[in-house]
């Protein structure tokens, strides 16, 4: 495999990760917010305890989906990233092609 490639798959791969990493530390955020937002108007404390409960499930198994992804990613990284350098590089060819 070309270094290049193998260089423009790598930086794909980061991306993508540093993208999914961000996206879930903004979806913890809101979550927070969301939680905190909604038991100031919680009529009573198990009202609150359910919504504590339903925002960490819902954070907890968003983060695993996010971990699972990361893992497959990275053992599937030629098969996922391959095509897409490819036709980047017909892409810039055709449009190479058309001036």
């Known amino acids: 495999m070309p270094a290049s490639l193998d260089s423009r798959m790598a930086a794909l791969a980061r991306r993508d990760r540093i993208l999914a990493i961000t996206f879930t530390l903004l979806m913890w955020v809101v979550l927070v917010f969301v939680f905190f937002a909604a038991t100031s108007v919680a009529p009573t404390p198990a009202i609150t305890v359910v919504l504590a409960v339903a925002t960490l499930l819902l954070g907890l198994f968003n ?21 897409d350098v490819m036709h980047l590089d ?6 190479g092609k058309q001036d």
């Open 63 to 83: 983060t695993a989906s996010l971990l699972a992804l990361l893992k497959r990613y990275a053992a599937n990284r030629d098969l996922i990233y391959r095509p």
């Open 90 to 95: 017909q892409l810039r060819a055709a449009r």
